[in-house]
């Protein structure tokens, strides 16, 4: 089972990393192609600055999973470097607990948002805003698989490098 989750864990943690990467290259070139057009063709683009912003909310979404497994996020650092034994594997569980929590409140309402708004259509393109308030659920489900694979395989190399 634990091998199945880390396997699963790293074909989904690389995946949302690359993509997020291209996302972000896309949104420069999308803000490069607004500039340009607004200063050298004198027409500004009407749909970038939209793109970008849904873009990127789906960039932080899918990069946060990274960090999530390399438990580079909502961590007690401090906490962590001074336990030790028992008292460090009962630290990193209530950490697991309380990012497990915070991603199951995302993944609900995030579903609800989504719910929600699937009829509304972003002002300067013809798509359904279902479609950027997605990455919040998308997002969280990724991240859960992260949290546990990080529970089941600690990767701490932030701790070891911290002064």
């Not at 939209?50 to 960039?59: A, F, G, K, P, V």
């Not at 438990?71 to 650092?77: F, I, P, Q």
């Not at 199951?104 to 989504?114: Q, T």
């Not at 279902?130 to 949290?147: D, N, Q, R, S, T």
């Amino acid at each position: 089972m634990t091998s199945s989750i880390l396997r699963l864990d790293r074909l989904l943690t690389g995946a949302c990393l690359s993509l997020a990467c291209i996302l972000l290259a896309l949104i420069s070139c999308l803000g490069m192609w607004q500039v340009v057009s607004r200063f050298v063709f004198s027409q500004p683009s009407t749909w970038t600055e939209e793109s970008m912003r849904r873009l990127l909310i789906w960039m932080v979404l899918l990069g946060i999973v990274a960090a999530f497994r390399q438990g580079a996020l909502v961590s007690v650092d401090l906490m962590l470097r001074l336990s030790k034994g028992a008292w460090r594997a009962t630290v990193r569980t209530i950490i697991t607990a309380v990012n497990l929590a915070f991603l199951s409140v995302v993944l609900y309402f995030g579903i609800d948002l989504v719910w929600r708004v699937r009829f509304q259509t972003f002002a300067s393109m013809d798509i359904s805003m279902g479609w950027a308030y997605a990455a919040l659920p998308v997002g969280a489900l990724l991240g859960v698989v992260a949290v546990i694979a990080h529970h089941l395989d600690p990767h701490d190399d932030e701790l070891s490098t911290a002064q």
